[in-house]
């Protein structure tokens, strides 16, 4: 997979027959080629709808969790390989919600990368500080303690994406500076040379946190800025291939 990559983070949000109506809409909007570099994360209990929906499309799809294992008594959990036997190609892993709300550790996280990668799934890493993180200019210490605890048992042969995400920029309409993403992601990319220094350029480097139309290609025209994981602004096709577009005016 190359080319600049938009993945929709739908959080707990749409209804079964809402994620088919998006996927039925996508599919009449989105040529082929913008197809294969769109992917949606819905909630596993619409997982099914988008997986059908999306059948025959050039979209991936993927969850916004899972657990490392694959079956057992783990009450409530979302098994990796169940969700690649129903057709997903990525998972979300350690997204700042999951981190914060759901107080998920570092050690499990690293569990659940290599865990898909093994499955041959491809893992989205999100690493982010938070506002008192960058008040107290702790972001790089941050981001790279996050990204390198995340792929301490990950294999740098095996695809892997990374997402920044400055939680304070998540959800708020207040979106990093292109100076700001554009620093962080430079750390992400030496941090991943440091990782594995044959693989880390083709790793891609998603922005996330209060994308939207109007700032996508100020975004999308930074270095090391390889795609964006957007929230609220995915829940509508309508926005989400703005964006998409927008970036590629910047890219081509
Ligand atoms: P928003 O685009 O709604 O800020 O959400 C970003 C996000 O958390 C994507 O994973």
């Not at 209990?45 to 988008?50: D, G, N, S, T």
Request: proline share 4%; aromatic share 8%.
């Amino acid at each position: 997979m190359t080319g600049f990559f938009c993945a929709g983070n739908w959080k707990m949000n749409k209804t079964p027959e809402q994620a088919a109506q998006f996927v039925r809409q996508l599919k009449e909007s989105a040529t082929a080629e913008e197809q294969k570099h769109l992917v949606l994360l819905p909630t596993a209990l619409i997982a099914y709808e988008v997986a059908q929906g999306l059948k025959g499309s050039g979209v991936a799809w993927g969850g916004q969790n899972c657990y490392f294992e694959n079956s057992g008594a783990f009450t409530g959990e979302s098994s990796p390989s169940l969700m690649k036997e129903m057709g997903a190609k990525f998972c979300l892993v350690g997204h700042s919600e999951r981190r914060q709300i759901f107080a998920e550790p570092d050690d499990m996280l690293a569990k659940k990368t290599a865990a898909l990668q093994n499955l041959g799934m491809i893992p989205i890493v999100c690493v982010g500080e938070t506002q008192d993180d960058r008040r107290w200019n702790r972001t790089q210490e941050v981001i790279v303690r996050q990204t390198r605890l995340a792929l301490a048992s990950a294999d740098p042969s095996k695809p892997i994406w990374l997402a920044y995400e400055p939680v304070w920029a998540i959800g708020t309409g207040q979106v990093a500076t292109p100076e700001q993403v554009e620093e962080a992601h430079g750390i992400l990319r030496k941090a991943l040379k440091e990782w594995s220094a044959m693989t880390s350029d083709r790793i891609p480097i998603l922005y996330g946190g209060s994308v939207k139309a109007e700032n996508s290609a100020s975004l999308a025209a930074l270095n090391n800025v390889n795609g964006f994981l957007i929230g609220g602004a995915s829940l509508a096709v309508d926005d989400l291939l703005k964006i998409y577009r927008n970036s590629q005016t910047v890219r081509s």
